[in-house]
């Protein structure tokens, strides 16, 4: 059951966007000599790119992405077996529980091992690369990963089950939940101190701090950090035979293996294994809760006001797409009528978008705009506009996604104008991520902040391109929230490089991307959700 689950993992589009950003961290990990980027570095010194800095620097890294981001990958195990009928079948056997939870949580570290796997292998080509000392150690190079990463994976995999089997965190709110979590748990663990190792950044950090002292190197208040950080000038290297693992700290490590084992058969004290006799309460069908609306974030078309809520995965009630017809256009593009009949498509689309949005989302949206209108500029941008811009990341990963997931795209695809349809549904997207941030575009727009109005402009095309994009080409909403939670991560702890909203300020001026690339790459995501559409259309026909 756990190689199944890991043959299916691998062939999906999140896995390989997840390995090629792990591997693009793993270049960031090492950077050229000359760089002003580091992951790893003691005040403005790293050590020399042999074997044992290379493969720490790389682990260390990988273990910050693929505790974050890897999760996104791994935690739809039981809910697919869910959503596939495969949950019924399991309900009949005689599997315990217990081993069944044991399974999914070996099939989660097998994917996540393949990835840690894959960045492992990429470590002697940097060391070659990079070139200041080509004798290659493998046994120095691939320790970092086996004690500091791996025994890390175990403790994802296993909250992943564990999410999976408490009705609140099994839904979208688990995604947000984690991008929370699992940064305060990693900060935490880069204490020498913390339980189980933490990061195991204890070993490494006070090795380094003694081959520094070892050649008369004061430090001069200057500590050791791990993250994407810029720095003013080239780290300057000294030879390092890295850290030594003792047998306390192995165990430590072994500990927090176990400890993994065991938070992820815990659920067996409540999970049910599907079985609806046994009041599982999991729900029927693809998330459907049993009231019959389907909770906030899975892209279902909510039933209307006055019409009896629809089994989940039936055709919508017709009431629900009277908005979306007459629009006078033409089968595949725009046409005569696009005025009229397009404003009637984006009120429809609008109205589905909201359909099941909770009071509480809006009191939430509420306060943040009026706090938004409320602050200072610069706190406006720098705190309440990430604050803003990731309330409605639920929503938004409904975009491009809810017709596959909901078993629309038949009777969509019957619908006589397409691309006007896809465009309608960006641009409730858009109206979205106008909505949650205008206070703080209010703001700018008040000090005569041209630069941040245009930043904040084209924010708020991007996002709404990306969903549509990542649901068009994966067919769910998941892959959006994998990717755009850690991509507002990076944007909040300062990486300008990535900053589509305008965040990151140097001298009271935006320092990120140009609006106009920011806005150019929204236009060709568009690009890329039509023509998926298109070509999904044309294979059906």
Do not use: C
Not at 111 to 136: C, K, N, Y
Request: charged content about 15%; glycine content about 14%.
């Amino acid at each position: 059951m756990a190689l199944g689950d890991f043959r299916d993992r691998v062939r999906r589009p999140a896995y390989a966007v997840t390995l090629l950003a792990a591997v693009g961290l793993g270049l960031l990990a090492v950077p050229p000599a000359d760089g002003h980027w580091a992951i790893l570095a003691l005040g403005s010194h790293r050590g020399e790119y042999n074997s044992a800095y290379v493969g720490t620097a790389t682990a260390l890294a990988g273990a910050l992405w693929l505790t974050l981001g890897g999760f996104y990958v791994v935690r739809k195990g039981l809910g697919r077996d869910e959503e596939t009928g495969v949950g019924l079948l399991l309900a009949a056997t005689p599997l315990r529980t217990a081993d069944l939870l044991l399974a999914k949580f070996l099939g989660n570290l097998l994917v996540l091992g393949s990835m840690l796997g894959v960045l492992a292998l990429t470590t002697p080509a940097l060391q070659l690369v990079r070139g200041e000392d080509r004798a290659v150690d493998p046994l120095a190079l691939l320790t970092p990963f086996l004690v500091l990463t791996l025994p890390l994976l175990a403790m994802t995999a296993a909250v992943a089950v564990l999410f999976e089997t408490v009705p609140l965190l099994r839904t979208g709110l688990g995604n947000v939940a984690w991008i929370v979590l699992a940064p305060a748990l990693l900060i935490a663990g880069e204490s020498p101190g913390a339980p189980f190792g933490g990061l195991g950044l204890g070993p490494a950090a006070a090795s380094l701090s003694d081959g520094l002292a070892a050649r008369g190197v004061e430090l001069g208040g200057e500590e050791f950090s791990l993250g994407l950080t810029r720095v003013d000038a080239p780290l300057e290297p000294f030879p390092w035979d890295g850290a030594a693992f003792g047998a306390g700290f192995l165990t430590q490590r072994l500990l927090l293996v176990v400890l993994a084992v065991g938070v992820a058969v815990l659920p067996a004290l409540w999970f049910h294994r599907f079985d609806p006799a046994r009041g599982a309460g999991r729900g029927a069908g693809r998330g459907a809760d049993r009231g019959g609306r389907v909770p906030l974030g899975t892209g279902a078309v909510p039933a209307g006001p006055t019409t009896p809520a629809a089994p989940a995965g039936a055709p919508v009630p017709a009431p629900a797409l009277r908005p979306l017809v007459g629009t006078g256009t033409t089968a595949d593009g725009f046409g005569s009528g696009f005025g009229a009949g397009f404003g009637r498509l984006l009120a429809g689309e609008v109205r589905i978008l909201f359909g099941d949005t909770s009071r509480w989302w809006w009191l939430g949206a509420a306060v943040l705009g009026l706090v938004g209108l409320a602050v200072p500029p610069e706190v406006g941008v720098g705190v309440l506009l990430p604050a803003a811009w990731v309330w409605p990341v639920l929503l938004w990963s409904r975009l491009g996604s809810r017709a596959a997931e909901y078993g629309l795209e038949v009777l969509l695809g019957a619908y006589p104008a397409a691309r006007s349809r896809l465009v309608a549904e960006w641009a409730s997207g858009v109206v979205l991520t106008a909505l949650v941030g205008a206070g703080v575009l209010v703001r700018l727009v008040a000090a005569g902040d041209a630069d941040g109005t245009a930043a904040w402009a084209a924010g708020a095309l991007f996002v709404p391109s990306l969903a549509l994009a990542l649901g068009a080409l994966s067919r769910t909403h998941r892959l959006f929230q994998a990717l755009y939670l850690p991509l507002w991560y990076l944007v909040v702890n300062q990486v300008a490089a990535l900053d589509f909203m305008g965040t990151v300020r140097r001298a009271g001026q935006p320092a990120g991307p140009s609006p106009l690339l920011v806005a150019a790459a929204a236009l060709v995501l568009l690009g890329v959700a039509l023509l998926t559409s298109s070509a999904r259309r044309a294979a059906r026909a």
